[in-house]
């Protein structure tokens, strides 16, 4: 079965860092692209990063590019989000995701992880 | 950026209803278009990609037709579980954005 279990949310200051992480298991996770999508309090999905399977390419949005880092360590089945320069209207869920290959090129993702709260607020 | 344009907004319906789901490009995706669904608190769930391909494990009443600019999701006979809130993707040219939502509702 596949699990995503993201982690590393909460509170920080406008202006601050924090790094989120996702725990993967049920599929092998070298062989997959993965992504972050974020959902603000009561609003619609935003797609934030996508990372290929090997690590070699990433993408952003222009919202985000800059301030955020994707990464991955397939030796311990882990992605990550580096998130630096918060500001308020990054306060969202974070969502990881796989995609169903190694491209994130033209592909959905299929499975999703519940999501971890990030505020930015002082 | 691609923009894409759901519509209805909102919708209500009844159990056992035939519903269908618009979504549009601001430009051409050819059939680089995904459709989730998402209940109340929870993660979104695959349901469409490639335009028409169910994804495994997805039950028949849900298919998805178009190309180009114009995709609709329909939903052949409503069942309770349902009732969610649907979004479209475009997976043509990052960011890969999604549509504002549809919030399917119990008539």
């Known amino acids: 079965e596949v699990q995503l279990l993201e982690s590393g949310g909460g509170l ?6 924090l790094r989120l992480s996702c725990a993967a298991s049920g599929f092998t996770f070298s062989s997959c692209a993965m992504t ?38 397939n030796s311990r089945n882990t992605l990550y989000l580096q998130m630096n320069s918060l500001r308020a209207d990054d306060t969202a869920v974070y969502f990881c995701a796989k995609g169903p290959g190694r491209a994130v090129a033209g592909k959905e993702v ?8 990030v505020t930015v607020s002082s | 950026d691609i923009q894409m344009t759901q519509s209805p907004s909102s919708l209500s319906a009844s159990v056992g209803d035939r519903v269908t789901i618009t979504c549009r490009a601001s430009q051409s995706i050819s059939s680089y278009l995904n459709w989730y669904h998402q209940r109340p608190g929870k993660a979104p769930k695959l349901l469409i990609y ?4 169910l994804q495994s494990g997805v039950p028949s009443r849900f298919s998805g037709s178009g190309s180009g600019t ?3 999701l329909t939903i052949s006979s409503l ?10 993707q475009q997976s043509y040219s990052t960011p890969y ?10 008539k």
Not at chain 1, 12 to 17: A, E, R
Not at chain 2, 50 to 53: E, K, P, Q, R, V
């Open chain 1, 12 to 17: 920080v200051q406008p202006g601050g860092s």
């Open chain 1, 36 to 73: 972050w999508v974020r959902q603000a309090p009561g609003k619609g999905l935003e797609w934030v990063s996508a990372i290929s399977a090997t690590g070699g390419t990433s993408y952003y949005p222009d919202s985000v590019k800059g301030r955020f880092t994707i990464s991955r360590d």
């Open chain 1, 110 to 117: 299929d499975y999703w992880g519940q999501g971890t709260l």
């Open chain 2, 50 to 53: 490639a335009a028409s391909s």
């Open chain 2, 70 to 72: 114009d995709f609709t």
């Open chain 2, 79 to 88: 069942q309770p579980e349902d009732f969610a809130t649907y979004y479209c």
């Open chain 2, 97 to 106: 954005t999604f549509g504002r939502g549809t919030k399917l509702e119990i």
